[in-house]
């Protein structure tokens, strides 16, 4: 009864927070000044589907998605701001879709505020952090002023459930809650393009382990999406693919490694070296799951982070927000850090993650629109602590 209790007061707690979150954000933002873009256009395609019937990837309902969001349709030059997600995603939007947007938007960006701070929290836990109410302050600010996650949570972005899935996925892995960590972990398919290469990664060390029941959460929970989502429209996986292509058309902005590539390299040269780093990297993961999916979790976490580090360099570009997945590997070199007794070097480069990318961002604004260069700055600060991190064991 103790623990019902205690469940109880931490849910009514968390349930305040959830509100008072929510209220703050729409009397200080929401009210004023409509934004999450990238939430507005699933919220209108989770109305088209749930409230009426239609296929959120039509194209009428994107071109309502364009009227609501620029007061006009889209030009061809334009991002189209259609409902280019798996059908699923409306999953997570339906408990708002009879809302008014202002209130819808307010409720979703709170609880990505908690659903952010939650995963960097099991990410401390995981990484064995002493969490002094010091240091839990901190890191909340930490993670909160971390530039994929700021603008993430202005847009709206899924990209931090994608980050708060596996946060919680590894966490519950390393405790041997393996179908919940399954369950989990079948959440970061709502982005699928930036969960592939590490589930990938992550499942080849599960049946390595023969941890089955990861295996059996993670089917089971994908099974109820793709299937409901199937039930609901049939077409769906191929309107989806056509939706990611139409994408590719009219976002001119590549992964960071291109964008590098092509800001500092003759023309000429700009693709091949993309291509062959691309290349390098891969090889450079698939080497590493070759000599390391055999051990332990903690052992095989470098591997897991550079197939982080892997996406975000290299693999199609969405959003900058993508790169929110990088804070598993900060959060686990700067414990590291503290651990080691080095107290001064973690706070001074946790400081220089954050400023450093603000700083590229306001200096090469361009009006309001993020500069490509912009893009790059986490990514690659990251793959430079990355080898730092790892210069011993990368033979």
């Known amino acids: 009864m103790t623990r019902l209790i205690r469940l109880g007061v931490i849910l009514g707690a968390f349930g305040l927070l959830y509100l008072a979150l929510t209220y703050a954000f729409y009397v200080g933002v929401a009210s004023q000044v409509p934004g999450a873009n990238d939430f507005y256009s699933r919220w209108m395609g989770a109305r088209a589907l749930f409230l009426r019937g239609e296929n959120p990837y039509s194209l009428g309902v994107t071109q309502e ?7 006009r349709r889209a030009r ?3 991002d189209q701001v259609a409902f280019a997600y798996p059908l699923y995603a409306a999953f997570f939007v339906l408990p708002f879709i009879t809302l008014p947007y202002a209130w819808a938007e307010s409720f979703w960006i709170a609880l990505l505020i908690l659903a952010v701070i939650g995963a960097s929290i099991a990410q401390a836990r995981l990484f064995a952090w002493r969490l002094t109410p010091f240091k839990l302050l901190a ?30 996925g590894l966490l519950w892995l390393a405790r041997q809650n393996d179908e919940r960590a399954g369950w989990v972990l079948a959440i970061s398919l709502v982005k699928p393009h930036i ?10 060390w599960v049946i390595a382990q023969r941890r089955w029941r990861v295996l059996r959460g993670f089917v089971s929970a994908t099974a109820v999406l793709i299937v409901t989502a199937t039930l609901l429209l049939p077409t769906w996986f191929s309107d989806f693919i056509r ?10 902005i590549g992964p960071p490694m291109q964008v590098l590539a092509e800001t500092f390299l003759p023309s000429v040269l700009a693709m091949p070296i993309f291509i062959g780093g691309t290349l390098l990297l891969f090889g450079a993961l698939i080497y590493r799951i070759a000599k390391t999916f055999r051990r ?10 550079l197939a982080m580090l892997v996406t ?9 927000t993508d790169q929110t997945i990088l804070l598993i590997p900060w959060v686990h070199w700067l414990g590291a850090l503290m651990q080691r007794g080095l107290q001064k070097s973690a706070w001074l480069l946790a400081s220089a993650l954050i400023i450093a990318p603000w700083f590229v961002f306001l200096s090469t604004l361009f009006g309001i629109q993020e500069a490509p260069l912009a893009t790059t700055t986490v990514a690659t600060l990251t793959l430079l602590m990355y080898g730092v991190a790892n210069w011993r064991d990368l033979g």
């Not at 969960?195 to 080849?204: D, Q, T």
């Not at 332990?296 to 982070?305: A, K, S």
């Not at 975000?312 to 900058?320: E, I, L, S, V």
């Open 243 to 252: 939706a990611v292509n139409a994408y590719a058309g009219y976002i001119q």
């Open 312 to 320: 975000t360099m290299t693999m199609a570009r969405t959003a900058t």
């Open 139 to 168: 890191l909340v600010l930490f993670v909160l002023a971390f530039y994929p996650v700021l603008r993430g949570l202005f847009l709206g972005q899924f990209a931090l459930l994608v980050f708060a899935s596996f946060a919680f």
């Open 65 to 71: 998605i364009q009227i609501g969001m620029y007061g």
């Open 195 to 204: 969960a592939g290469i590490v589930l990938a990664a992550i499942f080849v």
């Open 76 to 78: 061809p030059d334009e």
């Open 296 to 305: 332990d979790l903690w052992g095989f976490m470098p591997t897991l982070e």
